[in-house]
């Protein structure tokens, strides 16, 4: 299987973070002839598709078709795995950032998504999972599950999920489990 570029890394693991897996806007100084070069390699690999943009909902145009309607690029599932994201992960986050508010950019690079990598079959993709399951997670079962001690598991949770990748994190007492988290979308 083909390793993606870093640029290629940098386009998928952006589009992870956006809803839909929306690959505009693709990095700064990717424009031209470069840009196309890139993109048909990604299209070609089964990393992207090219698909009918909703002008009305204000998606980004990849390109004209010529009859009043454009396409934009989003990554598949192929290309997410290329990078060594779960695309399930991936929906989560973008889902959970598009329903957050938005701060008020404080400068011209603001708006630039940030990339959240999140490699298939690491224990902080095993512990999102967990915490997306209906009956959520305690502390005991996240240390079960990924061998580490019960304080290491409350930071991975308020700084890595919280904070890192803004995930709404709930928390409630339940009888015969203890604190039980889970994330709301």
Do not use: C, F
């Not at 690029?73 to 795995?81: H, K, R, S, V």
């Amino acid at each position: 299987m083909t390793t993606p570029s870093d640029t290629q890394s940098l386009i998928l693991s952006r589009a992870a973070t956006r809803p839909g897996n929306l690959a505009l806007p693709l990095p700064d100084g990717l424009v031209g002839a470069a840009a196309k070069m890139v993109v048909g390699k990604m299209i070609a690999r089964g990393w992207l598709d090219e698909v009918e943009a909703k002008l009305r909902r204000g998606e980004p145009m990849w390109r004209e078709t010529g009859d009043g309607h454009g396409t934009t690029l989003i990554a598949t599932e192929a290309g997410l795995e290329a990078i060594g994201i779960e695309p399930m992960v991936a929906n989560a986050v973008a889902n959970v950032r598009k329903a957050k508010p938005k701060p008020e950019p404080a400068s011209d690079n603001a708006n630039t998504a940030k990339p959240v990598v999140i490699r298939a079959g690491t224990k902080q993709a095993r512990i999102i999972a967990m915490l997306q399951r209906p009956e959520g997670a305690s502390i005991a079962e996240i240390v079960a599950a990924t061998g580490w001690l019960a304080h290491t598991v409350r930071g991975s949770i308020s700084g890595a999920l919280k904070k890192k990748l803004g995930l709404p994190i709930t928390a409630e007492k339940v009888e015969g489990r203890g604190t039980v988290y889970g994330v709301r979308t």
